[in-house]
Structures are given as structure tokens and as C-alpha cells.
């Protein structure tokens, strides 16, 4: 093959700038991804944490929102209400009320001279009885409007006023005014703490559980925190850490995702992205690799054929020729002496011998292809296969000098399952083979023997050998060995193919013992039964 190994060489460059065309650009969109994904994660850590700051601003809002309606619903009472029955008056006006989170009503009439504060159940409105520190609770946060009432001061717009002194008995306070503006009593109400901890917290933390983004939505974990000097003094690390407004404002709503922080929820996210993506150029690379393997096994093919071709019109034109030769002597009457006539028959028989074993191969392996190869088996007796088929070697076998050792087990072999011409096609490759890869040594060995229900034949020859790395190879199609000693020997690449081919269809084996400079043996195994 002329400017074969340049021809190499341009391959294989171009192999590696088919790949780095692949590569590169696969790694600068792999950088390009890992940029973009770091820059969401952050983007992502940065929204999360915002979401669920817009979660805990809306649960402080509806808190409060809760408190001053209650305040809207029921502390607005009419400077009237004190005058005459009073106590029946502010029985029905708290009745009516939604006394949920409350836990008493409490009207204070100034002008009382004690200041007694009448208290009121929050469902149904029915006066009753505080304890004292609730009744304390309810004086001092009226304290300072008892102050204006007696400053006897008008004022034009009251917001209600929050005493927090006891957490436990919190209390929201409108002052109650007549139509000139002057302060007559206090309304109040003493707030259930309970209820808020145990009931409104978890109802509006439920209500607003859209705002969380879902992944963090699930482990989310929520609680009141005490707050001293403005801090919470429970909640390092928290998500969000906001004190309430207008009531409970000593308390604080503390927000966290527990298994991880939103942060981490990104950078989980992050890394398995980066995971994906990494798996997908290298299933890409793969594809890559792979396709360039097939292009590579198609290009070696095609070149295989294009040897097969040259090699087989290299075979048949040979024997042609010195078929030709030896015709022609004959029929010009030049050869006289019986000896001669005799040999240069010997040779023409010897190479249609070779030209029938060629042609004979390339029709079965077109048969093989085309699945068109038919096996009809029988019990044959493999001794007599192989002493047949060294028969049709007999004429070369002499010209080439060779000796030929045919070696059986003392017992009898027993019948093989075969199709006899199939089986004969095999050993004439195999002793064929043994011949042409001989070298110069000059002698074969064919063992037969049996195991395990199989009868084997195993053709040594005393040759080049072949390398372990191509052992496996040669029984490929058009597969020849391209270095080296045996390269220099003719062939069609078919021979081990078939061979290969005729010994699975009969469900035998067929393997190759060889060492470079050592010889080579190929044994067959044969099946005594009928699979
Ligand atoms: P070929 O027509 O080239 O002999 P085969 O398929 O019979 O085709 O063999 C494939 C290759 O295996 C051969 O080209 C040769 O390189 C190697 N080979 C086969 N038999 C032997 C042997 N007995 N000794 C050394 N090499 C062998």
C-alpha cells in the first residue's frame, strides 16, 4: 500500500481535530453553564431569602390587622352607655361582639369615685368577675386617661393605646368620650396570649403559606422569639427575625428552613445542576467517541476490501499463469520424458487444487452474508474428514517439502454431529493456513482428540506465530495481520472468518494458542450430539 503510513497519520490528525472540534466548544459551554448557574444560585439564595421576608412581613401585618379590628369592633363605646343601667347597656353592646383572642371586657366610668372597672365575659357580653392582677392590669393602663379626664382637657381623635406591662394580661384601651370631646370613662379589653400563640399564629402562618417558596415550604419551622434591647435573643441563624407592631411587641416572629437555609437549598440545586450537565457532555463525548469508533472501523474496512480485492486478483492471477506455462509446454510436445509430463501434471493439479479452495471460500462467505448457508447434519467421523482432506493437500504438501503428523487417542473416537463438506472447508483453511504461515520450518502437526462431549482437532504449525492483540482479530472478515513476516504471505482475510462462522453453526469452539516465534495451534471442538 503505497503512502500507507501517511496516509495514517493524516487519519489520526484529523481524528484529533474532529475531536478537539467537539471539545472545545462543549467545554466553553460548560464554563458558560457554570457561570450562569452559579450567578441563580445566588439570584435564587437572594430570592428565597426575600420570599420568606415577605412572608414574615405579612403574618406581622395580619396580626395586627386582627387586633385593631377587634379594637374597631368593640371598643367604641358611646359616652351614653355610662349613664343610667349602664351595666345592662354594656352587657348588650359586648354581647354582640366576636370576642375570639379576648379575654375580658373592662368599661372604667371616671366619674365613679373609685374609678371600678366592670368587666365582661368576651362570649355573650355577661358581666363578671376579674381576678386581680387582671383588674390591676386594666387600672394602670387607664391610668393616664384617668389623668386627662380629670385635666378635663377636650381631645379631638383618639387612637387606642396599648399597656404591655404584663405579657399576660395585655391590654388594648380607647378612652370613651362625650360629644365635646372629654375623656368620661375607658373602654378595654384584656387579651387571651394563649389565643395568639396557639391559635392566630398557626392559622396565618397557614393562610400565607403560598408566599414560601415550595421547596422550603414543607420543613419550615416557626416560632416567637423574647426580644431585649431591640434583638431576638433566640434566633441566631433565622431566616427572618421581625418584631411585631402595635401589640406583643416584646415578641418577635422567627422564621427558618431547619435542614437547610435557603442557601444552602440553592447551592444543593446548584450542584446537582452542575452534576447534569457534566453527565450530559460526557454521555455526549461518548456518542462522540463512539461514532468516531464506527467511522474509524468503517474506514479500515473499506480498506480491508480494497486488499481483499488486490490480494485475490493477485491469488487467482498466479496459478493462472503457471497453469498456462505448463499447458503450453505440454501441448507443444516439449516435454517427452514420462517423469516430467508427471510433474508438470502435479503442479496443474495443485493449483486448481488452490484456485477451487479460493473460489470455494469467497462463494461460501457470499453465502454466509446472504444467510444463505445451509448445514445438513450427520453422524462423520472426523478422522476420516481430516485424512480426506489432507489428501487434497497431498501433491502441494510434497512440492513444498512438508511431513505431516496425524496423532488419535488409543480408544476410539466417537462419531461428531456435522455437515461433512462444511467441516471439510474448515480443515482445509486451517491446514491451508498451517502451510502458508509455516515460514521455514517444514512440519504440521493435526491432533485429534475428545472432551466433554465434543471431538477437537487442533492444526500446530512451527511458523512466525501470532501476537496476543491480534488473536482475537484475525477471525474478523477481510481481517489480516498487517506486520511482520505473515504479511508477506497472500491472502483473502476470509479463511478464519469462515471458519469461525462453520464452528458456531455447529454450536463448536474454536480457538488460537499462539506465541510470536513459537508456532501457532488452532483447535476445533466438534459436538458428538445434536444440540
Ligand atoms: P488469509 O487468507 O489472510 O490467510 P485468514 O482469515 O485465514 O486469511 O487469516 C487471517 C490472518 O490470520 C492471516 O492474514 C494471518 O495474518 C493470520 N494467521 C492465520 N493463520 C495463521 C497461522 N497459522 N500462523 C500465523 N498467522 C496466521
Known amino acids: 500500500m503505497p503512502g500507507g503510513a501517511s496516509s495514517l497519520t493524516t487519519r489520526g490528525a484529523g481524528r484529533w481535530l474532529a475531536f478537539a472540534a467537539v471539545l472545545i466548544p462543549l467545554a466553553v459551554l460548560l464554563v458558560l453553564q457554570l457561570r450562569t448557574l452559579a450567578q441563580l444560585e445566588e439570584t435564587s439564595a437572594a430570592s428565597n431569602r426575600l420570599a ?43 354581647a354582640s361582639r ?109 393562610a400565607e403559606q403560598a408566599l414560601v417558596p415550595e421547596p422550603l415550604r414543607h420543613d419550615l419551622e416557626i ?3 423574647v426580644r431585649e434591647n431591640g434583638r431576638s435573643t433566640t434566633a441566631p441563624g433565622a431566616d427572618v427575625d421581625a418584631s411585631f407592631r402595635f401589640i406583643f411587641t416584646d415578641r418577635s416572629l422567627i422564621v427558618r428552613s431547619p435542614s437547610e437555609t435557603s442557601k444552602q ?11 447534569l450537565s457534566l453527565m450530559l457532555a460526557a454521555a455526549l463525548l461518548a456518542a462522540v467517541l463512539l461514532a468516531q469508533r464506527n467511522a474509524v472501523r468503517a474506514t479500515q474496512l473499506s480498506q480491508m476490501k480494497t486488499d481483499f480485492v488486490s490480494s485475490v486478483s493477485h491469488e487467482l492471477r498466479t496459478p493462472l499463469a503457471s497453469i498456462r506455462v505448463f499447458g503450453e509446454l505440454l501441448r507443444l510436445g516439449r516435454v517427452n520424458e514420462p517423469a516430467k509430463v508427471r510433474e508438470y501434471g502435479d503442479y496443474i493439479e495443485a493449483e486448481c487444487r488452490r484456485l477451487t479452495h479460493l473460489v470455494n471460500n469467497i ?40 511431513s505431516v503428523d496425524v496423532t488419535s487417542p488409543p480408544t476410539p473416537l466417537p462419531p461428531a454431529w456435522v455437515d461433512p463438506p462444511a467441516v471439510g472447508q474448515v480443515l482445509t483453511n486451517l491446514i491451508d493456513n498451517a502451510i502458508k504461515y509455516s515460514g521455514d520450518a517444514r512440519h504440521i502437526g493435526v491432533a485429534l482428540g475428545q472432551q466433554n462431549g465434543f471431538v477437537t482437532v487442533a492444526v500446530r504449525d512451527h511458523g512466525p506465530g501470532i501476537d496476543a492483540g491480534e488473536q ?48 501457532s495451534t488452532f483447535t476445533v471442538e466438534l459436538p458428538t450430539h445434536a444440540a
Open 52 to 94: 420568606l421576608k415577605g412572608y414574615g412581613r405579612t403574618i406581622l401585618r395580619g396580626t395586627e390587622a386582627f387586633y385593631r379590628q377587634r379594637v374597631e369592633d368593640a371598643l367604641q363605646v358611646p359616652a351614653g352607655l355610662l349613664a343610667g343601667d349602664r351595666r345592662a347597656a354594656l352587657d348588650a353592646h359586648f
Open 98 to 206: 366576636d370576642g375570639a383572642g379576648i379575654k375580658r371586657y373592662f368599661v372604667i366610668d371616671f366619674a365613679t369615685p373609685d374609678s371600678e372597672a366592670l368587666f365582661f365575659a368576651p362570649t355573650g357580653g355577661a358581666a363578671t368577675t376579674a381576678s386581680e392582677v387582671e383588674a390591676r392590669a386594666a387600672r394602670v393602663a387607664a391610668a393616664p386617661w384617668r389623668v386627662v379626664a380629670e385635666e378635663g382637657t377636650p381631645i379631638q381623635s383618639v387612637s387606642p393605646s396599648v399597656d404591655e406591662q404584663d405579657p399576660d394580661n395585655r391590654v388594648i384601651l380607647r378612652p370613651i368620650r362625650d360629644s365635646n370631646g372629654h375623656v368620661r370613662g375607658a373602654a378595654g379589653m384584656i387579651l387571651d396570649s394563649a389565643y395568639f400563640s396557639d391559635v392566630l399564629l398557626p392559622s396565618l402562618t397557614r
Open 223 to 225: 416560632e416567637l422569639g
Open 265 to 275: 437549598w440553592a447551592q444543593r440545586r446548584f450542584i446537582g445542576d452542575v452534576s
Open 363 to 402: 462463494l461460501d462467505f457470499a453465502k454466509i452474508e446472504s444467510g444463505q448457508k445451509l448445514y445438513r447434519f450427520e453422524r462423520a467421523d472426523v478422522r476420516a474428514l481430516v485424512e480426506e482432506t489432507l489428501r487434497t493437500f497431498e501433491v502441494r504438501l510434497r512440492q513444498d517439502g512438508f
Open 472 to 519: 482475537e482479530r484475525i477471525f474478523e472478515q477481510f481481517y489480516r495481520v498487517s506486520s511482520g513476516l505473515v504479511h508477506e504471505v497472500k491472502g483473502s482475510g476470509l479463511g478464519l472468518a469462515i471458519v469461525k462462522h462453520i464452528v458456531d453453526a455447529h454450536r463448536g469452539r474454536v480457538s488460537v494458542d499462539s506465541r510470536p516465534g513459537a508456532g
